[in-house]
């Protein structure tokens, strides 16, 4: 445990994307195109993609087991507060 928290703190700089990719969206945004607004637009969307799935789950979870079966025995009799 001790090691994979001592890797999670030591990372290397390095770059998301293949070589390709970045020297295709650096090329574009020089030229003024919007190839890296959409790049960004589509990371979003795959990170957004799992949070939506598990809070759907967890709504479902929350829904079913929200109500519980409890007996609550009551008595016939009105009862004097006085």
Not at 14 to 25: F, I
Not at 29 to 44: K, R
Not at 57 to 65: E, G, N
Request: glycine share 8%; hydrophobic share 45%.
């Amino acid at each position: 445990m001790l090691i994979f928290t001592g890797l999670l703190f030591i990372s290397n700089f390095s770059y998301a994307q293949c070589s390709m990719c970045q020297a295709t969206v650096e090329s574009n945004m020089d030229n003024g195109g919007t190839t890296a607004s959409g790049l960004n637009s589509g990371i979003m969307y795959l990170l957004a993609a799992p949070y939506l799935a598990i809070a759907g789950i967890a709504w479902l979870w929350y829904k079913k087991y929200r109500k519980k079966n409890v007996a609550i025995d009551m008595k016939e009799h009105k009862i004097n507060l006085n």
